[in-house]
């Protein structure tokens, strides 16, 4: 059965960090793209930094580049996003996406909210 288990999302004051977390489990995880994407509310959902299979070359939104960090850990079926420096732009909810597969199958977590305030 398909599923993410995302973590680590809550309140922070500007300047502070956040560490999130994406369990996933059903697929065969090693063989997919890995990626978080944000929506904030009245816009469009964004990509925030994506990381291969092999965990090279990960892709960051400008927005973000130098403050958050993507990684996976393929034996353990997890992504995370470290956010550093975080602002209150980064308000968001955040969601777990991979994409890949033999049939470039995506799927999606459910999402967990960062909020970013003084």
């Known amino acids: 059965q398909l599923q993410f288990v995302e973590s680590g999302g809550g309140l922070v004051q500007p300047g502070g960090s956040l560490r999130l977390s994406c369990a996933a489990s059903?697929?065969?995880?090693?063989?997919?793209?890995m990626s978080w994407y944000r929506q904030a509310p009245g816009k469009e959902r964004e990509l925030v930094a994506a990381?291969?299979?092999?965990?090279?070359?990960?892709n960051y939104a400008d927005s973000v580049k130098g403050r958050f960090t993507i990684s996976r850990d393929n034996a353990k079926n997890t992504v995370n996003l470290q956010m550093n420096s975080l602002k209150p732009g980064d308000t968001a909810v955040y969601y777990c996406?991979?994409?890949?597969?033999?049939?470039?199958?995506?799927?999606w977590g459910q999402g967990t909210q960062v909020t970013v305030s003084s």
């Open positions: 059903g697929f065969t995880f090693s063989w997919y793209m």
């Open positions: 996406n991979a994409r890949g597969g033999r049939y470039d199958n995506e799927y």
């Open positions: 990381i291969s299979s092999v965990s090279s070359s990960p």
